[in-house]
């Protein structure tokens, strides 16, 4: 996804057309972002997608290969865009976000089969909902063969598929998300009812409040840094980059938590999405995560 941000005092009701404060272009998607966030801390990253055959795919297939990511993206799509996600940010940092996925639609199972043919293994597969199901269902088939620990991010949220649930070794909603897939808001006793639906592969981020995670029959808050949010956006993909990242390198679910909890958090201390991503030098220094080369 490409992101086009505006910033706003106040943002347009019905109807109504107000100034804004400032505009950037910016690259993004679920995907994108973990993906950047993951080579950031020193994975190996192979990303498999598509794009469209215009300005804004020929942009991401440059910024993505600088950032050291093994690209799978195909040839560009004609047809469509490549996906767009045009974002509203407050003062406050918070956001409204709606995505027009374009070219991720073109995420097939036969596609995800072609690129990943000649991958020897990985540690960690990460899948968002950008793109269809059934593509991640194949991917993360992928996963159990070459023994890797397969992260779901449900997002944008939706029903999941059975079979993706099924071959998930985490799931990573966000407040709003686990509400929209388990029916309720996520308070501990609504976590605790979902991980044991999940056989406890469960984190739950929570903004500003930091995550939640189910161990055994309680819930593990881990907290967020005391920053000073000025853009949260991307700060829920940064988290799962990191939370991938640490599952790679032989982290428990709580350590994970932890790094993921501090590269969430310091992306809101700046503007953008990728542009915000915390070093891993600042990742280490604040949670003490050693060096590695998952993929």
Request: charged residues 20%; negative net charge; hydrophobic residues 45%.
């Amino acid at each position: 996804m490409m992101d086009l941000v505006t910033y706003a005092d106040v943002l347009p009701g019905p109807g109504q057309t107000l100034r804004g404060t400032e505009f950037r272009l910016g690259f993004g998607g679920k995907g994108a972002n973990q993906a950047v966030m993951a080579a950031v801390l020193g994975a190996d990253v192979v990303f498999v997608n598509r794009v469209g055959d215009d300005l804004f795919g020929e942009l991401t297939r440059k910024h993505l290969a600088q950032q050291g990511i093994e690209l799978r993206l195909g040839d560009p799509i004609g047809s469509v865009s490549t996906g767009v996600a045009p974002i509203w940010v407050e003062p406050s940092g918070a956001n409204r976000i709606i995505i027009v996925p374009g070219a991720n639609e073109a995420v097939t199972p036969d596609a995800v089969r072609a690129d990943l043919a000649d991958v020897p293994g990985a540690d960690c597969v990460v899948c968002q909902l950008e793109v269809p199901q059934d593509a991640i269902a194949e991917a993360f088939r992928f996963g159990r063969r070459w023994g890797a620990v397969n992260v779901l991010n449900p997002a944008p949220a939706g029903a999941i598929h059975d079979d993706v649930l099924a071959l998930a070794d985490w799931i990573v909603p966000n407040e709003s998300e686990f509400e929209v897939i388990f029916g309720a808001p996520p308070e501990d006793a609504a976590i605790l009812r979902a991980a044991a639906g999940l056989e406890g592969r469960l984190v739950v981020t929570l903004g500003e409040h930091g995550a939640a995670v189910a161990v055994g029959d309680a819930v593990r808050h881990v907290a967020a840094l005391p920053v000073r949010p000025t853009d949260t956006t991307g700060a829920g993909d940064a988290f799962v980059g990191g939370f991938s990242y640490a599952l790679a390198m032989g982290a428990d679910a709580a350590e994970a938590v932890r790094v993921a909890t501090v590269c969430g958090s310091l992306s809101t201390e700046r503007h953008g999405t990728q542009a915000s991503f915390p070093s891993a030098e600042e990742v280490r220094l604040r949670s003490g995560l050693p060096g590695a080369d998952p993929a």
